[in-house]
Nanobody, 126 residues
Framework: VQLQASGGGLVQAGDSLRLPCEFSGSTFSRYALGWFRQAPGKEREFVASIGWTGSMKNYANSVRGRFTISRDNAKNTVDLQMSSLNSADTAIYYC????????????????????WGQGTQVTVSS
């Protein structure tokens, strides 16, 4: 399995940004997917996750209402739409895939994920 995240960049506070992640190498629709981020000097933290069909989603409290995770099982992609960005959102963002046994699973722990992308940098200037 390979995951390729993109879409990062330098934006202003209050801006929006979409991060797409392309998945390849296995049956995409049988994986739960997640986004994590890691800011300088901090541990990697959960951002959002989505189940097999896209109907089940989970969000960190810090992004709920501002970020939206979605997936397209026909295109093998998972997106993170971010809005109302602020400096606390500055981090490297990683997409990840969990070979989940359950369609409703939306894992929030990094240890539950089997595969990781390389990360894309998001910098929000205030």
């Amino acid at each position: 399995v390979q995951l390729q995240a993109s879409g990062g960049g330098l934006v202003q506070a209050g801006d929006s940004l979409r991060l797409p992640c392309e998945f390849s190498g296995s049956t995409f629709s049988r994986y739960a997917l997640g986004w994590f981020r890691q800011a300088p000097g901090k541990e990697r933290e959960f951002v959002a996750s989505i189940g097999w069909t896209g109907s089940m989603k989970n969000y960190a409290n810090s992004v709920r209402g501002r970020f939206t995770i979605s997936r397209d099982n026909a295109k093998n992609t998972v997106d993170l739409q971010m809005s109302s960005l602020n400096s606390a959102d500055t981090a490297i963002y990683y997409c990840a895939a969990d070979r989940s046994a359950y369609s409703w699973s939306t894992p929030i722990r990094a240890a539950e994920y089997d595969f990781w992308g390389q990360g894309t940098q998001v910098t929000v200037s205030s």
